[in-house]
């Protein structure tokens, strides 16, 4: 990205230039409205930037020998082992309960299979400091590398279960037929034919796990197992921004920045749509017989019930425990209204902020829009705790009056959340097709008016979807919040912890609760949406 | 036709600025509190004083060194009017940035001398003991150590606990380091990396030597009293032990309260620094569920707590304790 770095620059200055230029009135207008959309992506990427430049400045202050110092020392190691360790025991573990879900889901003839799929996308629904709340509650003595392994692969496997099982579900099935006919044993074809076909999901929901893996704060927190986000929160509070937060932080960019370069490296550019005319067949499900019905839905009901069940349960006995005490209304109240207009505020924004990169993405897909995309990927990559340290740092010294405002909540929440708007807005103006826009041109309409009427009312959808996501990524939200928010404001996610953080477990279960009821209509949508993507 | 567009898209993202600055807006016209103690404490104190003086309060919550760290990097431009700590170390490195104002002398004289410093920016409002909090039925109980100290003995490998990242710790250590000087506390740090469990939270280590996870925790007092008060489900097999003897491991910890030198509510500021030292913050304490000592001249603690005067506590002169220093040398011996 760095060697293309400056010829984006140079053409957004130049798009900048032929603005002020005094052309051809037609040509005039043209360019006008590239290089305004131009103009707007390239501003949202730059924004997009600034938690990099700060990590990047904040070693260079703290001096390379000070920043070696903290860096290499003892305690870091322990750190770097604990979070490496987590992410290659959970990642792996996650792809396998995740493909072997989807795999009895969509390619047997289990009984209730609807049923369990929606069964297997439901964790997503609840928090994972909720998760950790519940194990803790059950089991007190939980703590350190096992539960967290135990409790990340829980929370998180729908991160591979669901984009598995729509692949699975869009495979063509005549590849395993042809397989079938040269002698190939039914086990043999998975492993050779269907699993390699899986391998953007897999690569791309690792990715997805592995980051969520090192940014989790209150999960880890809660079991004792120490991380790199959890020893930055733990500098944070004893130093505020200090240069041991600093120069962690900035280690754990790299970190997330080469998962990011290895999955983008190891991924491959094979080919994996259909040839050929006509529509695929539906898949064939597999047969279980008697015994083997059982032997699948036993798994599926364990982990069922360790992944739904026990938060579930957890959190009813907690709410009997507590009865109307815990209900205090007036905070209650308070705090669901709080994270309802930043979750509100935050998605219109970010799907705002999207916008002009999506179009870029689809209309003008030139390295310059390309660019700008990645940018955005990758700072969302860095986890929360980093970008709201930079944040912090930023505003307090050289932009007071957004220091401690809602505006700068705001904009954090825009970093960490604009690819879930992206990615669903992109998608929504892929599928508006452009000639309905030229047909709008002929008509004597403007190109602005052209993509106004045209292509933004087609990608609503897509817009609707990419916001719901983003507003379920605000509405959990803990580590940014906690360290951004203005004063006296306090959400559900930063409620919840306080008093967990106290051990008034009974109090923080109403909090708790409503987070998951929020979370569960969209989360039904974005189980929803990734059986329609594939058209089934 | 594109001015129409944009003018919609500028007018939409007017809006949400102005939505923005009457959000952040309205927060800034009252007294606002940095607040590390805890937060139900502060919240009864505020409750208290808003019903009795209708000035209304805006609370920001955070750790002892967070906030004051936050204080420094703010400086004069801070919004904040009061600061309220859990221990004075976090006071102390505000007081020696120059942005503490004053304390009004009417308030300094509700105070018994021990519980402020000299230099009289700030006050004491509450104080809390350090204790060995033990599991009853495990070996430990008949062999209790005689000082903090000897928890570096490798007969204590793992079995006691601390919440190391926590204010209330770094305050013990900080005494620590104020009595026996900077290269003693740091083998003792070493020795406690690998002899200690970490855990977040002094009730958190309550709840582990409660359960037998592990032998014997060093927290402060209150926590123990505070679950025995509610339900007891967290420290039944829980005893407390106080190491007396002006032992590092009886310092007792004074909560602060100051007014910030920039603060444009200073008469306010003042007058909740005066309520929460009197009579009727004082009785907060007394009655209330934080079974933390007053510190009130002529205030009486709650009776349930043994008497502030038998636990013989080092002198300490707050004023000296170093909380940068502490940071610095647990960041050192691997803690944090």
């Known amino acids: 990205m760095l060697d293309g770095g400056g010829q984006p620059l140079e053409r957004a200055v130049a798009s900048a230039a032929v603005l002020r230029s005094q052309v051809a009135p037609g040509w005039r207008n043209k360019r006008f409205t590239i290089s305004w959309v131009g103009a707007a992506a390239l501003f949202v990427s730059l924004i997009a930037l600034v938690p990099l430049g700060f990590v990047a400045s904040a070693t260079l202050e703290t001096g390379w020998i000070d920043a070696a110092a903290l860096v290499w020392r003892p305690r870091v190691g322990e750190l770097l082992i604990n979070t490496a360790l987590l992410t290659i025991i959970a990642t792996p573990l996650c792809v396998v309960l995740g493909v072997g879900l989807a795999v009895l889901t969509e390619r047997t003839d289990l009984p209730g299979h609807r049923f369990w799929s929606i069964t297997a996308a439901a964790p997503l629904a609840i928090p994972a400091f909720v998760h950790s709340y519940a194990w803790v509650s059950v089991a007190p003595s939980l703590h350190g590398l096992f539960a967290g392994v135990l409790i990340s692969v829980l929370a998180y496997f729908p991160f591979l279960y669901l984009p598995v099982a729509a692949s699975l579900r869009g495979l063509d099935p005549a590849l395993e037929d042809v397989a079938a006919s040269l002698g190939l044993a039914p086990s043999r074809i998975f492993f050779r034919v269907v699993l390699p076909q899986l391998r953007l999901a897999i690569w791309g929901g690792g990715l997805l796990l592995a980051l969520h893996l090192l940014s989790e704060y209150g999960l880890y927190a809660m079991v004792r197992f120490d991380t790199f986000t959890t020893a930055i929160f733990d500098q944070f509070q004893s130093t505020f921004n200090g240069p041991a937060a600093n120069t962690l932080a900035g280690t754990l ?50 982990i069922a019930l360790l992944a739904v069940g026990v938060p579930l349960i957890t959190l009813m ?170 004063n006296g404001t306090e959400t559900l996610a930063t409620s919840f912890w306080a008093l967990s953080g106290e051990l008034d477990y009974a109090a923080a279960a109403p909090y708790a609760t409503i987070m998951v009821v929020l979370s569960l209509p969209l989360t039904w949508l974005l189980y929803h949406q990734s059986r329609r993507l594939v058209g089934r | 036709m594109i001015c129409k567009v944009r003018i919609r898209v500028l007018a939409l993202l007017l809006l949400c600025a102005a939505l923005t600055a009457t959000m952040s807006q309205s927060q800034a016209q009252e007294l606002t509190i940095y607040n590390a103690q805890h937060r139900s404490l502060t919240a009864e104190w505020v409750e208290g004083f808003t019903r009795d003086t209708g000035v209304k309060v805006t609370i920001r919550n955070g750790d002892d060194t967070e906030l004051g760290n936050q204080l420094l990097q703010e400086g004069s431009a801070t919004p904040a ?190 007058s909740f620094l005066k309520w929460v030292t009197g009579h009727p913050g004082q009785a907060v304490l007394r009655n209330g569920d934080a079974y933390e000592y007053v510190v009130g001249e002529g205030e009486a603690s709650n009776p349930k707590l043994t008497l502030l005067t038998d636990l013989d506590a080092p002198e300490i002169n707050v004023s000296k304790l170093n909380s940068k220093k502490v940071v610095e040398l647990m960041t050192q011996a691997g803690l944090l």
């Open chain 1, 253 to 302: 960019a790299l970190l997330c920045l080469a998962l990011v370069l290895f999955e983008a490296r190891t991924r491959g550019g094979g080919r994996y749509a259909r040839l050929g005319s006509g529509s695929p067949r539906e898949p064939r499900r597999q047969r279980l017989g008697r015994w083997g019905r059982a032997a699948a839905i036993l798994p599926l009901f364990i």
């Open chain 2, 81 to 270: 009017d009061v600061f309220l700590t859990e221990n004075s170390p976090a006071m102390s490195m505000v007081e020696q940035a120059g942005l503490l104002a004053p304390v009004d002398p009417a308030t300094l004289e509700q105070v018994a001398p021990a519980y402020r410093p000299s230099t009289a920016r700030w006050i004491g409002i509450a104080a809390r003991s350090t204790v060995l909090v033990y599991n009853k039925t495990k070996p430990v109980a008949s062999a209790l150590p005689h000082s903090l100290l000897d928890l570096a003995d490798p007969v204590w490998k793992g079995r006691w606990a601390a919440s190391p990242t926590g204010a209330d710790f770094q305050a013990i250590v900080s005494a620590l380091l104020e009595l026996k000087g900077e290269a003693a506390t740091l083998a003792w740090l070493k020795a406690m990396k690998t002899n200690s469990v970490a855990y977040r939270g002094n009730g958190a280590v309550l709840k582990a030597v409660n359960s037998g996870q592990i032998e014997a925790g060093v927290i402060y007092h209150y926590y123990y009293l505070r679950d025995q008060a509610k339900t007891g489900e967290n420290s039944t097999n829980a005893a407390l032990y106080y190491f007396k003897g002006q032992d590092p491991g009886a310092f007792v910890s004074i909560s602060g309260g100051g007014v910030l030198a920039s603060s444009k509510h200073q008469a306010d500021a003042q």
């Open chain 1, 317 to 486: 006995r907690w709410l009997a425990i507590g009865g109307a005490r815990v209900w205090n209304t007036d905070e209650i109240t308070s705090a669901l209204g709080q994270t309802l207009s930043f979750g509100t505020t935050g998605a219109v924004l970010a799907t705002l902020a999207a916008a002009p990169i999506a179009w870029l993405a689809i209309r003008r897909p030139t390295r310059f829009a390309r660019a700008l995309e990645g940018i955005n990927y990758v700072t969302s990559a860095l986890p929360g705790i980093v970008v709201a340290l930079a944040l912090v740092t930023i505003t307090i010294r050289f932009a007071r009056p957004l220091y401690q405002t809602v505006t700068t909540v705001l904009v954090a929440y825009m970093m960490m959340f604009l690819p879930r708007a992206l990615v669903s807005l992109r998608a929504g103006v892929a599928q508006a097709p452009v000639e309905l826009e030229q047909v709008a041109r002929s008509l004597g309409r403007s190109p602005a008016q052209a993509v106004w009427s045209i292509s933004l009312r087609l990608a609503a959808p897509g817009a609707a979807a990419g916001a719901a996501m983003v507003f379920l990524g605000i509405a959990n939200e803990l580590t940014a919040t906690l360290l951004l928010a203005p």
